[in-house]
Every structure is written in C-alpha cells, then in structure tokens.
C-alpha cells in the first residue's frame, strides 16, 4: 500500500475581508524552489476571489498578499471567482477557473506572461440550456442517466431573470500541447471529458460544441467505477507529465449517511492519446480523516487542486472541508508502480 503522507495545513483563512470565510483550493506552480498559490479566497456571503502566496519549497510560506490578485469584473463572474488552476504552454501561463453569476457555474480562461497581469479571455465552455442539453444527448441512447439527474437544477428553467445553463466546471489544460494541439478536461458532472487537438482556442464556437454533444460519448474521459467514486468525479490537479504516462489526480465523490465524502483520486492517461486510461486506483489516494478535512465549511472533503514536484516527491495541495488549504506528500515513482500495478 502507497504511503501517504498529511503535512498538515499550509494557509488558513484570515480576518482580511476577502479571505475572512475560507481559503481553499489552490493551483500550484513551481519555479525554481519557489511555488506559487493562486487559491479561492472567500468573502463572507460566498463571493470568492483569487489570493496568492508564495511558498519557499513545498511548505514554507515566503509571502503572501493581503488583498486579492484577482476580482471579478464581468457579470457572469460576479458572485465570484472559484477554484484556479495553473499551466505553463511554452511561454504563457494559462489560469482557468470558474466564474460564478449567482445563478450559472462555467469555466473561464485568463493568461499571463508574469503571473502578475492577467488578461480575462472569457467563457471556454459552451452556454448550453438543459433542454438544448437533453436534446442533443438523446440522440444518444447510452448516455448515462446520471447526466440528466444531476444537470437539470431542480427542473428550474430560469432564476432572477437568468437562463439556466448546464453547470461546466473544472477546466484543466495539459501543460503541453500534444502533437502541437491544445488539449484540455471539462467537467459536465457526473463524469469527466476531454476536449483535444484543437489549434486554437477560437475553434470553440456554438457549431464545435454542437458537435461536440452529438458525439459526446466519445469525449468522456472518466467515469465514476470504484466505490469511493461512484457519485461523481471532476478534475484536480494539472496532469503531471511522466515516462509511464500522464499521472490524473482528480477528486471522486461519493454519497453516504453523512452526505457526500470527497476524496482525492489517481489515474494514468497515455502521453500521445490522453483519451486513452491507462491504469486507475482502485482505492482513494487519500480522505477525510482528521478533523480539518472532517469539519469545516463542508464537511467531509479534500479537493486537490495543485500538484508539485520535488526530487521523487509529489506534493498535492487540495482544500480541506472547503475551509483551508492543506497539503499531502509521496513518492512520486511508489504511485506510479502501484499505478501500473492496476492497469485497465
């Protein structure tokens, strides 16, 4: 069994007015010996921002800001901007997150070239209607049903005068392109898809998407299998590019007498076809166990985010009961053999 091991709590929330209700989910990067944080910082209320720390080594804090590096501006981001993530492709760095209107969750694009300045390039994902869903995905009868349970919003259609649209979250860049394409994950719950070899991201119009949906199928790339997984699963953390192939580690949920428990997860993806899964952990990487991961603003959950790597160490940060930011650490070549010891 892979040895895992809990460092602890690395940012906590504080009473600056930005982060005074929680600060979780991080995306990571590191440069040199430094690794950057960029977290959801929450405002009593539920409006979320974007903090930043600096980490001098896995753990150490060398500085932090005390106001946000990112706020909304646009109205479908208004309610707040959640759950970062972080890539370098050549010499720009791509941050995806979710934007938040009060009513509509939809993953979103900003780039930088210094990690200071970032320029909001929008909304990637398509603005699709349940009906609009449900119509096009009934031309495919072995979709699963879970896909109409958990995307149609108690049956509501539109709220303070805003459409409703199909919840698209968790929008994950490779941090390369493959075969000198993009290719990035999206997360329609209750499963994991995968949009690849696009050259550029204006190909992502209304026909793509149609597209897209008419053959949706064959853009899942996980689905929920083991029992700690088998509600849903989403996105975590960059994919890690390694010689056995591209390490997922992504969160899976499942339902249980104390709600729903959120545990970190593992996969392997080919490098040239990351349609393709490799191997999967039959069992969490790791869950809820102390009373930081247990107790919190939701109960009950590690959500990783961001992943680093140090010598053969990886280190995962993830939110903690979507109150704090914690981290996890192990030995990157031990996960990758149990890994290939549980090939599909």
């Known amino acids: 069994m892979l040895n895992v091991k809990k460092e602890g709590i690395v940012i906590e929330k504080t009473q600056l007015d930005f982060e005074n209700e929680g600060v979780l989910n991080p995306a990571a990067i590191r440069e040199g010996d430094m690794v950057h944080l960029f977290y959801r910082a929450v405002h009593e209320g539920n409006h979320s921002t974007i903090g930043y720390c600096l980490l001098n080594g896995p753990l150490k804090i060398e500085n932090r800001l005390f106001k946000p590096i990112m706020v909304p501006e646009f109205d479908y981001e208004s309610q707040g901007i959640e759950d970062p993530r972080l890539v370098k492709i050549d010499d720009l760095y791509y941050l995806t997150y979710t934007a938040y209107d009060g009513v509509n969750a939809l993953g979103c694009l900003a780039t930088s070239t210094d990690l200071i300045h970032f320029d909001k390039k929008g909304i990637m994902v398509p ?29 509501i259609l539109e709220k303070d005068g805003v459409i409703m649209l199909v919840w698209d979250k968790n929008v994950i860049f490779f941090p390369r392109k493959i075969n000198g394409k993009f290719c990035f994950m999206h997360r329609i719950r209750p499963e994991i898809q995968i949009v690849v070899a696009v050259d ?145």
Request: proline share 5%.
């Open 127 to 155: 603005l699709i209607t349940y009906e609009e869903f449900n119509k096009l995905s009934n031309t495919n009868p072995s979709m699963d049903s879970k896909y109409f349970r958990y995307n149609q919003h108690d049956g």
């Open 200 to 344: 550029s991201l204006a190909e992502l119009t209304l026909t793509f998407w149609q597209n897209y949906f008419l053959h949706f199928n064959d853009y899942v790339l996980l689905t929920p299998k083991y029992d700690h997984e088998i509600s849903y699963i989403g996105g975590g953390c960059p994919p890690i590019e390694t010689e056995m192939g591209w390490l997922l580690i992504y969160h899976g949920v499942k339902d249980s007498l104390k709600g729903y428990v959120y545990s970190a997860c593992a996969a392997l993806l080919d490098l040239e076809n990351p349609q393709k899964e490799i191997a999967r952990l039959p069992y969490p990487l790791f869950k809820p166990e102390y009373v930081w991961e247990l107790k919190g603003e939701v109960n009950n959950v590690c959500f990783p985010t961001g992943a680093v790597v140090f010598d053969d160490v990886l280190y995962i940060y993830y939110g903690a009961a979507d109150e704090r930011i914690a981290c996890a650490s192990m030995s990157l070549s031990e996960l990758l053999k149990e890994l290939v010891q549980n090939k599909i």
